[in-house]
């Protein structure tokens, strides 16, 4: 989940989805209420921890920083020398997702497939909006993280790719990643000049509110879907698959980057000197190109790992009916 959310198009809510375990996510998070602060300020450790889910919650949440961390740079490598295969991929685990979550319901009618074509049409609107401009308002970011923690509780909307939106995708998830990842690696051979940084300081605060945003977020998010899938379920199931697959454009591997220009034709860069994203011009592949094959090689690991997901999930439940 935590590579998952790193990538724009792609939702972290995905992968819980198909291993099997979304559900218990979204009710785990609902448990962190105030009941639970009540345990926990009364010294009622234990109980707390048993009553928000705690060791699921600590191993998945553990997990995902670590893939979120360790995936950062590695990411960009791969991105930056091998986009067309990286895309690739992840189409491919988008189709694998929406065939592994349509191939089991069975309750299609006229209120579900509606809520499926809803899905559709505001999955499709979003893969064309036009990126805002970089925006490092404290107050902002505060919003940003609430609203792109929406990847990992809504399978189907990438986080990432709404941050691409709000025009802090590189702020948030590259930059301040990788501002962190230098603090620490100079924490642990003992050098603490970035004390007398202002620009990482300022890089490193506006990564602490961003992540207070998106706890924020994850829990209230929570306590909603909680109520929409015990009280609407198969109608939210519909609109996920309607919204996966409008989604599809938005990691369609074959695109050339818009860059936004001036009226003369210069490239306008950010406060951080980068080159804006306007949008994507999407295009048919040359099939008589080599590469163009690989990239669908690419397409067809990304269905297998989504597979290999849906084989884990079942290997898993059955695990549990048998304890």
């Known amino acids: ?83 067309l295969f990286v895309w690739s991929a992840f189409f491919g685990m988008i189709l694998g997702s929406i065939y592994y979550i349509s191939k089991d319901f ?12 809803i899905g559709l049409i505001v999955g499709i609107s979003i893969s064309f909006l036009n990126p805002a401009k970089e925006n490092d308002n404290l107050f902002f970011i ?17 986080g990432s790719f709404i941050l691409i939106l709000l025009g802090n995708y590189v702020l948030l998830l590259v930059d301040s ?13 003992g050098d603490y000049s970035f004390t007398s940084n202002p620009e990482r300081l300022r890089t490193l605060t506006i990564l602490a509110v961003f992540t207070a945003g998106s706890a924020t977020g994850l829990v209230s998010l929570s306590h909603l879907l909680t109520y929409v899938l015990k009280h609407f379920k198969h109608i939210t199931t519909a609109v996920i698959i309607g919204f996966i697959t409008g989604s599809l454009g938005v990691v369609w591997p074959w695109k ?40 669908i090689f690419f397409v067809i690991v990304g269905i297998a790992i989504l597979l290999l997901l849906d084989w884990y999930g079942k290997v898993r439940k059955e695990n549990e009916l048998s304890m």
């Open 177 to 189: 990643v990788n501002a962190l990842y230098d603090t620490f690696a100079e924490i642990i051979i």
């Open 256 to 295: 050339r980057t818009i860059f936004k220009t001036d009226t003369f034709g210069e490239l306008i860069l950010d406060s951080n000197g980068k080159e804006i994203i306007l949008n994507y011009e999407r295009f048919f592949p040359d099939l008589g190109s080599s590469e163009t094959w690989w990239a």
């Open 1 to 83: 989940m935590g590579a998952a959310n790193k990538v724009p198009g792609v939702s972290g809510g995905i992968v819980a989805f198909v291993a099997g375990f979304y559900e218990e996510f979204i009710y785990s998070l609902q448990k962190v209420n105030g009941k639970a602060f009540k345990l926990l300020l009364s010294g009622r450790f234990r109980s707390f921890y048993r009553y928000i889910n705690g060791t699921f919650l600590s191993l998945l949440i553990f997990g995902m920083l670590i893939s979120y961390f360790s995936i950062s740079r590695l990411l960009d490598y791969f991105l930056a020398q091998k986009e």
């Open 142 to 158: 505060f919003i940003c993280g609430i609203i792109s923690v929406s990847g990992m509780t809504l399978p189907g909307l990438s």
């Open 106 to 117: 069975e309750h299609w009618s006229k209120r579900t497939i509606t809520a499926g074509l």
